[in-house]
């Protein structure tokens, strides 16, 4: 097997564009990898293909982040956006072919405030995973095999910090 490929990530607090911007940051990465294997001719009475890539590693994959933060407030809220591109899941066996999952994207939310006093001991948070709940669809071949969702999640929690 071999693999190659590029990763590019950008963090920056927009604070340079205006003062107002000061509690605003974005973070992103983007990872593109090419991967290959190559199984020998002795394996091709069980597998269908000699040739294919990793299993489970999708060649785009895209995580991007706003922040904003006020800390005198105690106040912290996230956005998080992911994509995560078509990826084999089960190699094709007897003349099958593969089985791909289909890229899809997901939206996360996180949101905390702190209170009492000056070293706000106390958490309040709140999250949101999975806002899109976009559907995950598996193909073999040009023919769909099965498909999901995973459904949202939604949570609150309260945090005191002893120390």
């Given at each position: 097997a071999k693999n190659w490929g590029v990763e590019f990530e950008v963090r920056k607090n927009l604070g340079f564009l205006s003062s107002r911007?000061?509690?605003?940051?974005?973070?992103s990465n983007y990872t593109y990898v090419n991967s290959n294997v190559i199984i020998g001719q002795q394996q091709l009475s069980v597998v269908t293909s000699v040739e294919r890539p990793?299993?489970?590693?999708?060649?785009?994959?895209?995580?991007?982040?706003?922040?904003?933060?006020?800390?005198r407030w105690?106040?912290?809220?996230?956005?998080?956006?992911?994509?995560?591109?078509r990826r084999i899941t089960d190699v094709g066996a007897f003349g099958l072919p593969d089985i791909h999952e289909d890229g899809y994207p997901s939206l996360d939310f996180y949101l905390?405030?702190?209170?009492?006093?000056?070293?706000?001991?106390?958490?309040?948070?709140?999250?949101?995973?999975n806002l899109i709940n976009q559907q995950i669809r598996f193909n073999q071949g040009?023919?769909?095999?099965?498909?999901?969702?995973?459904?949202?999640?939604?949570s609150v929690g309260v945090a005191y910090t002893i120390f």
């Amino acid at each position: 097997a071999k693999n190659w490929g590029v990763e590019f990530e950008v963090r920056k607090n927009l604070g340079f564009l205006s003062s107002r911007l000061a509690s605003l940051s974005v973070m992103s990465n983007y990872t593109y990898v090419n991967s290959n294997v190559i199984i020998g001719q002795q394996q091709l009475s069980v597998v269908t293909s000699v040739e294919r890539p990793l299993v489970g590693q999708s060649k785009n994959v895209f995580n991007g982040t706003v922040q904003y933060e006020i800390p005198r407030w105690g106040v912290e809220a996230r956005t998080l956006v992911n994509f995560v591109g078509r990826r084999i899941t089960d190699v094709g066996a007897f003349g099958l072919p593969d089985i791909h999952e289909d890229g899809y994207p997901s939206l996360d939310f996180y949101l905390s405030k702190r209170f009492l006093g000056e070293a706000k001991k106390l958490e309040l948070k709140f999250s949101g995973e999975n806002l899109i709940n976009q559907q995950i669809r598996f193909n073999q071949g040009s023919n769909p095999y099965w498909y999901y969702n995973q459904g949202r999640t939604f949570s609150v929690g309260v945090a005191y910090t002893i120390f």
